[in-house]
C-alpha cells in the first residue's frame, strides 16, 4: 500500500505524467458527469421500471453502463457496443486471413484495426439503440409525434456511445491506461457505495427480523463482516494470481565482438498465469445476454414453451452456471490461441542467441513454451470461474441480489489498477536519472 503512495505521489511530482493523469481524470469526470443526464423524449421512472423487468439482462447492462441504464440517461448504453465490436473483430481475424495479416502490421495495422472496430461498434450501438427504443416504447414522452421521438431516442442513445467510446480514445492517446477498461473501472467504482449500502441493509434486516434482538444483532454483524472478510480475501486472492508468473530461464550464450566478450548472461520469459485477464469471462457475459435479450425485446409476452424455458434457462438457472462454466474455460483457451504466439517467442530466443535450459532450439523450444503456456491456461479458467462463481453462491446463501457481479467487478477493478500502476511506474522509471543510470550500469556489465 505505501508503495502504490509513493507511485503515486512521484508520479504527480513529473510534469509531463502529472498532466496525463489530469487528462485522464478529467475525461473520467466527463463520463461520469454524462452519466447524470437524462435521455431526452423518455419518462424515466417507467423506463428504469420497464428496464429492471428485464431482469438479469438488465442488471448485465447496467452494471456495464456504470449505472447510466436504471438511472435512463444518455449514456444508457455504455461501452457495451464497442466491447461487442471488439469480440467481433477479435473473432473474425481467426477466420478471415486480412484481418489477421493486419494486426500484424505493427502500429499502423494495430490503427486499422481501431478503425474498423470503432465504426462497427457505432453500428452495433445504433441497432441496440433501436431495440431499446422499441422494446421501451411506452416509456416515451407523449410530447411529440411518435416517429419523432422515435428517432430523437435512437440517436441520443447512438450519440450516447460515441461520446464513450471518444473518451476512451482519447484516454489512449493523451492519457495514461486503456480508455475503455478505465470507464468501466470508473462506472463500477461509482457503484460501490450502492453496493456496501445494500449490505448494510440485509445485515440491518437479518437483525430485526428475529424476536430475540441479541441473537438478531449477532447474525446480522456476522453477516456483514463475514461477506466482507470473504470479499478482501477475494480481492486478495485476485491480485495474487494475476501478479503471479511462470518464469522460463533463458541462457544466453557468449559473443565475441572485436575485444569486447558479449552476451553470457541468463535472462527469463515471464508467462503471466493470469494472462487473458478479464476478457474470457466478459466474452462469456455477451454471449449468453444474446438468447435473453432476443427473448426479452421481442418475445417477452409469449407463451410459448419453447420461448419460456429459454427464458427461465438463462436467467440464473443451474443451465446457465453450467454454460457460464464451460463459456469461460473456452475462451481463456481461445483468448490464450490468438494472443500468445509461442513460435515467434521461440524464434527471438534463437536470434538473440539464446536457449532455454535443456531444451533445444527450434521447435523443441516452441513445443515447450507452448505446453507451459497450455497448464497455465488451465489454471487462468479455473481461477476465473472461481471468482466468478463463489460470489453467486454466497449471494444465494445471504439473499444478496446481483452479489455475483462481485466477481467481475474485482476482476476488472484489480487487472485495471494493476495496469494502471505498472504503465504509471514504467513512466516514472523512464523518466527517472537513478532508473536511467541503473540500465547503462546493466548494459555495461553485459559487455564485459
Known amino acids: 500500500m505505501r508503495g502504490i503512495f509513493d507511485t503515486a505521489v512521484n508520479a504527480f511530482r513529473v510534469e509531463s505524467i502529472r498532466k496525463r493523469l489530469l487528462y485522464t481524470f478529467v475525461m473520467l469526470g466527463i463520463f461520469m458527469l454524462g452519466g447524470l443526464v437524462p435521455m431526452p423524449g423518455l419518462d424515466g421512472e417507467k423506463f428504469t421500471e420497464l428496464v429492471r423487468n428485464w431482469g438479469q439482462l438488465g442488471s448485465i447492462m447496467d452494471f456495464v453502463s456504470g449505472g447510466g441504464l436504471y438511472r435512463a440517461t444518455i449514456f444508457a448504453m455504455g461501452i457495451s457496443p464497442y466491447i461487442n465490436a471488439s469480440i467481433i473483430i477479435q473473432l473474425l481475424q481467426v477466420v478471415i486471413p486480412a484481418l489477421d495479416d493486419m494486426s500484424k502490421e505493427g502500429e499502423a495495422g494495430r490503427k486499422k484495426i481501431t478503425k474498423i472496430t470503432r465504426y462497427s461498434a457505432i453500428g452495433l450501438a445504433l441497432v441496440q439503440a433501436c431495440l431499446f427504443c422499441y422494446s421501451t416504447r411506452s416509456a416515451m414522452l407523449p410530447t411529440l409525434p411518435v416517429w419523432l421521438n422515435a428517432i430523437i431516442v435512437v440517436l441520443s442513445f447512438t450519440a450516447g456511445t460515441c461520446i464513450v467510446v471518444w473518451l476512451g480514445e482519447k484516454i489512449n492517446d493523451k492519457g495514461i491506461g486503456n480508455g475503455v477498461s478505465l470507464i468501466i473501472f470508473a462506472g463500477i467504482v461509482t457503484r460501490l457505495p ?255
Open 194 to 448: 450502492d453496493m456496501a449500502k445494500t449490505l448494510y441493509s440485509k445485515s440491518v434486516d437479518v437483525a430485526t427480523s428475529f424476536d430475540n434482538q441479541a441473537v438478531g444483532i449477532i447474525l446480522g454483524i456476522l453477516l456483514f463482516v463475514g461477506v466482507t472478510l470473504i470479499s478482501i480475501a477475494i480481492i486478495v486472492f485476485v491480485l495474487y494470481v494475476q501478479n503471479a508468473e511462470r518464469r522460463l530461464t533463458v541462457q544466453y550464450s557468449k559473443k565475441v565482438i572485436g575485444r569486447s566478450q558479449r552476451g553470457g548472461n541468463k535472462d527469463y520469459i515471464p508467462l503471466k498465469v493470469n494472462q487473458s485477464g478479464v476478457m474470457p469471462v466478459i466474452f462469456a457475459m455477451s454471449i449468453l445476454a444474446v438468447p435473453s435479450m432476443i427473448v426479452t425485446f421481442f418475445f417477452r409476452n409469449s407463451e410459448n414453451s419453447f420461448v419460456k424455458w429459454i427464458a427461465n434457462s438463462f436467467t440464473g438457472s443451474a443451465y446457465y452456471y453450467v454454460i457460464y462454466f464451460i463459456l469461460i474455460i473456452a475462451f481463456t483457451f481461445f483468448y490464450s490461441a490468438i494472443q500468445f504466439h509461442p513460435i515467434e517467442i521461440a524464434n527471438n530466443i534463437n536470434k538473440n542467441g539464446g536457449a532455454i535450459s535443456g531444451i533445444r532450439a527450434g521447435k523443441p523450444t516452441s513445443d515447450f513454451i507452448a505446453a507451459v503456456a497450455h497448464r497455465l491456461n488451465w489454471v487462468d479458467a479455473f481461477f476465473l470461474t472461481l471468482v466468478c462463481i463463489v460470489p453467486t453462491v454466497i449471494g444465494i446463501l445471504t439473499g444478496l441480489q446481483n452479489v455475483w457481479f462481485a466477481g467481475t467487478s474485482v476482476l476488472i477493478l484489480t487487472g485495471v489498477a494493476n495496469d494502471l500502476i505498472v504503465q504509471v511506474e514504467s513512466e516514472l522509471e523512464v523518466r527517472s536519472p537513478k532508473g536511467f543510470l541503473d540500465d547503462v550500469a546493466l548494459l555495461k556489465g553485459r559487455r564485459k
